[in-house]
C-alpha cells in the first residue's frame, strides 16, 4: 500500500518553515559569537559558578558530587545564555527599529523569534564544555559517559526545551520596556527552582510542582541520567512534551501581546 502523499502546498509550506527556522538559527549563532557580552555570560560565567560551586562541595566533604556540580553549573549557564540572549534581541531590535519590521512581516512573529532562542540555548551547550573541560583541568574530576547513546538524545531534547522555554519567555519582552527586570526576576529562580546546584529534596514542598512545569528540571534530570547512570527516557519525554506545550503556549501569548502592543503602540519605545 502506497503511503499517502502530503498536498503540494502543505509540503512547500513545510519545506520554507525549515528553510527560515536553519538560516534563522544559522544567522543568530554567527551573530551572538561576535558578542563579548554574550561569551561572558555563556562561557566564562559559568566557570565562575562551578568554581564556588566545585569549592562548596569539596569544602562539605562532597568531593565524589563535582560531576553533579559540573553538570549543574553549565545548564546555569545555558539557561543565562537563553534568558540573557533573547532579553538582549529584543531591546536591540526595539532600539534600531527593526522589531516593527519583524512584527509587521509576511512571517508569522513567532517563526522570527524561535530561531533567535534556539540560537542562544545551542551556544549555551559552551558551558557545559566549559564547566566540565574546567573541573577536569583543575579539580580532577572523572568524566565517564555512561549511556553515551542517550547523551546523544538528551542534549538535543534539553535544547529544545530551553530554546521554547526562552520562546514563551520572549513574549513578555515584546510587551514590556522593562526587560531587564524581567532577566533579573526569571535567571535565579528558575536555577533554584530546577535543581541545578540544589536538590530539590531540600527545598519546600510547595516548590515541587512548580518545578515540574520548568524545563530546565527535566533538562539536567536527563543529562545527569545519561551521564552518572540512570534512566533518562522519561526526562527526555518530559522535555518534550514540555516543549510542544512552551511552543502551544508562547504562540497564544505572543498573539495576545502583539495586538496588545499594537494597540497601545508600544513596539517602538524604548
Not at 5 to 23: K, N
Not at 77 to 88: C, D, F, R
Not at 240 to 245: D, P, Q, R, T
Not at 246 to 270: D, I, Q
Request: charged share 5%; net charge positive; with cysteine.
Amino acid at each position: 500500500m502506497n503511503a499517502p502523499r502530503l498536498p503540494i502546498s502543505t509540503y512547500q509550506s513545510m519545506i520554507r518553515v525549515t528553510r527560515l527556522l536553519a538560516m534563522g538559527w544559522r544567522f543568530h549563532v554567527v551573530n551572538f559569537m561576535h558578542s563579548g557580552l554574550f561569551v561572558m555570560t555563556s562561557v566564562i560565567q559559568p566557570v565562575i559558578f562551578a568554581s564556588i560551586a566545585f569549592f562548596v562541595f569539596k569544602s562539605g566533604h562532597h568531593s565524589g558530587s563535582l560531576l553533579y556540580a559540573a553538570l549543574g553549573s553549565g545548564l546555569m549557564g545555558v539557561w543565562s545564555s537563553t534568558l540573557y540572549g533573547s532579553a538582549g534581541s529584543i531591546v536591540r531590535q526595539r532600539f534600531q527599529g527593526t522589531l516593527e519590521i519583524l512584527v509587521t512581516a509576511p512571517v508569522p512573529f513567532l517563526l522570527a523569534l524561535l530561531p533567535l532562542t534556539l540560537a542562544t540555548a545551542s551556544l549555551g551547550l559552551y558551558s557545559i564544555g566549559a564547566t566540565l573541560a574546567w573541573g577536569w583541568l583543575w579539580f580532577g574530576i572523572s568524566i565517564a559517559v555512561i549511556h553515551p547513546g542517550w547523551l546523544a538524545i538528551a542534549v538535543p531534547a534539553t535544547v529544545m526545551c530551553f530554546g521554547t522555554l526562552g520562546l514563551l519567555m520572549a513574549t513578555t519582552f515584546v510587551l514590556s520596556r522593562y526587560t531587564s527586570s524581567f532577566v533579573n526576576l526569571l535567571e535565579y529562580p528558575v536555577w533554584l527552582a530546577s535543581g541545578l546546584l540544589v536538590p530539590l529534596a531540600l527545598l519546600p514542598g510547595w516548590v515541587r510542582p512548580l518545578s515540574w512545569a520548568l524545563g530546565p528540571t527535566w533538562g539536567i534530570e536527563a543529562i545527569r541520567s545519561a551521564v552518572q547512570g540512570g534512566d533518562p527516557g522519561p526526562p527526555i519525554a518530559a522535555c518534550a512534551i514540555l516543549a510542544v506545550g512552551y511552543l502551544v503556549a508562547a504562540a497564544m501569548v505572543l498573539r495576545y501581546f502583539e495586538t496588545l502592543a499594537r494597540r497601545r503602540a508600544t513596539l517602538p519605545l524604548s
